[in-house]
């Protein structure tokens, strides 16, 4: 940084990306990545990364990106669960970035659950 444009210019890109990890909403979409210590050495870092990119990049409103701390299925990590308003709650597991950009793509923007990613299909 040189300049104080410079941290203005960041300054006003994380006010504008600070609203991808807000809740707050009845008809938010939430997107939430399991980051307990299971789900960080199994790899949610960079998932929890990739979606927060992908919302921003798409620019969807409506959509939260969130974390949680244990879901429960250690095995089964990294786990992402998709709250959308008015349906059921998916969770989709063995998660990694290219996954959660299809998820992104064919979930949230298109409504199409990836069957193939959810905890059925992986049991």
Do not use: F, W
């Not at 040189?2 to 203005?8: C, G, N, V």
């Not at 990890?21 to 210590?37: C, F, L, Q, S, Y």
């Not at 409103?61 to 998916?90: D, F, M």
């Amino acid at each position: 940084m040189k300049s104080l444009e410079e941290l203005k210019a960041i300054r006003e890109k994380t006010r504008g990306q600070m609203h991808l990890r807000k809740e707050d909403g009845p008809d938010n979409t939430r997107i939430v990545v399991g980051m307990a210590t299971c789900g960080i050495a199994a790899g949610a870092r960079p998932v929890l990364a990739a979606a927060v990119e992908q919302v921003s990049r798409r620019s969807l409103e409506h959509v939260a990106v969130t974390q949680t701390g244990c879901i429960g299925v250690c095995r089964l990590e990294p786990i992402v669960e998709v709250y959308v308003p008015g349906s059921e709650k998916v969770t989709y597991v063995d998660m990694n970035p290219e996954k959660m950009e299809k998820v992104i793509a064919e979930h949230i923007v298109n409504g199409r659950i990836v069957t193939e990613y959810t905890i059925g299909a992986n049991e």
